[in-house]
């Protein structure tokens, strides 16, 4: 019987901290886009690369694990599972098609939902990008880390307009004395981010949050010129009211959040 190891948790929203924040992305154009839904594995065009014949440790879907999808992404996950073969040496990749990046295009980037629990530190996960069809790499993001990462990464990917490239997903270890734990990714897509209106962010500060409730609580009730802080009358109708409170609370959690 497996044991899954409690998380350390380190959880990342929309954009991830590490490699160059989007303020409060959306999905703008789709170059490109993998759910993992289709029912076959690899999907088409991409590759489950074993870089140790010998190793049973390679990529697969979530159910094949006997687990959820826990990324919050569609039905299901891919998925590399060491904790299935305790304490062996593995060197797995999945690796995606060839994806034309279109050149001239600001804020293309390569963004996916993920859930990467290390459990020994012994777990290394790297994010890669080939412009010669996979014959070499370079390394976009890496996590060699405690705590879990989890959440929407978002890459740029403006050095390499106008490429046809290739992504990477691999996992990998340094000592197979080590008790290691797992990673799923899902929902990857190249796409075109764009800056989304957020009307309950008032401190404009990119994230909606305690800083921005507030703001309305202090000029609760206020009206006309008697409002204390203008930003509080969110539809400019003269009164700070449920309306205000609500245009907060719908974009609630919304957004960056600022760094420390």
């Known amino acids: 019987m497996k044991t899954r190891f ?13 490699v160059g924040v989007l303020p409060a992305i959306a999905v703008g154009q ?6 993992f839904d289709g029912g076959g594995f690899p999907p088409p065009g991409w590759i489950a690369e074993n870089y140790l014949p010998t190793s049973p440790i390679v990529w697969d879907v979530n159910p094949v694990f006997g687990e959820a999808n826990l990324t919050d992404g569609s039905s299901m996950a891919a ?7 305790r304490q ?34 012994d777990e290394f996960a790297e994010i890669d990008i080939s412009i010669d069809g996979g014959i070499e790499w370079t390394q976009l993001e890496s996590w ?37 734990n797992y990673w799923q990714i899902d929902d990857v897509l190249v796409s075109v981010a764009q800056e989304v209106s957020l009307p309950g962010d ?27 802080d203008v930003r509080a009358d969110c539809n400019g109708d003269g009164f700070v009211d449920l309306i205000d409170l609500n245009t907060v609370l719908i974009d609630w959690g919304k957004g960056t959040p600022p760094g420390p």
């Open 144 to 180: 060699n880390v405690l705590e879990s990462v989890d959440g929407m990464i978002a890459i740029p990917l403006e050095s390499y307009l106008g490429q046809s490239v290739r992504f990477r997903f691999r996992m990998s270890n340094g000592d197979h004395r080590a008790w290691d």
């Open 79 to 85: 998925m590399i599972d060491p904790v299935s073969y």
């Open 88 to 121: 062996q040496d593995y060197d797995a990749a999945l690796i995606s098609p060839t994806v034309v990046l279109p050149a001239g295009q600001s804020g293309l980037q390569l963004s996916f939902v993920t859930v990467f629990e290390p459990w020994s530190g």
């Open 30 to 35: 789709v170059v490109f886009q993998e759910d």
């Open 202 to 228: 008032l401190s404009v500060d990119g994230y909606v949050d305690i800083i921005d409730l507030n703001i309305i609580l202090i000029c609760w009730g206020q009206t006309g010129p008697a409002i204390s």
């Open 6 to 18: 409690q998380p350390r948790r380190l959880s990342y929203c929309l954009s991830i901290v590490l």
